[in-house]
């Protein structure tokens, strides 16, 4: 069974920065793509930032410019540097990955992490 945890929410103010990681657990052939998504308080879950497995990067329009997501394919993980962040980053931040186990090809969501962006 896989499992995706996430770390590194938190309280920061508006124009601080955050980072947050995700690691994959289980028995792991390989991973694919790998993201984070967020939820906002009454809204929908939205992309923020996705990476292959050969290092290409996607972000969403209102991330560009201050998130950075990196991995680390030895780890199993992914990270999320979130830099001036703006009240309205306040989400829930989930990790997302297409694993490969001997069951064959899946997607697999975390359990989420609460950022707030706060003064």
């Known amino acids: 069974q896989v499992q995706l945890v996430e770390s590194g929410g938190g309280l920061v103010q508006p124009g601080g920065s955050l980072r947050l990681s995700c690691v994959a657990s289980?028995?792991?052939?390989?991973?694919?793509?790998m993201g984070w998504y967020r939820q906002p308080p009454g809204k929908q879950r939205e992309l923020v930032a996705t990476?292959?497995?050969?290092?290409?990067?996607n972000y969403a329009d209102s991330v560009k410019g201050r998130f950075t997501i990196s991995r680390d394919n030895a780890k199993n993980t992914v990270y999320l540097q979130m830099n001036s962040l703006k009240p309205e980053d306040t989400a829930v931040y989930y990790c997302?990955?297409?694993?490969?186990?001997?069951?064959?090809?899946?997607?697999?969501w975390g359990q989420g992490t609460q950022v707030t962006v706060s003064s």
């Open positions: 997302n990955a297409d694993v490969r186990v001997i069951q064959g090809q899946y997607n697999h």
């Open positions: 289980g028995v792991i052939l390989s991973i694919y793509t």
């Open positions: 990476i292959t497995s050969g290092g290409n990067r």
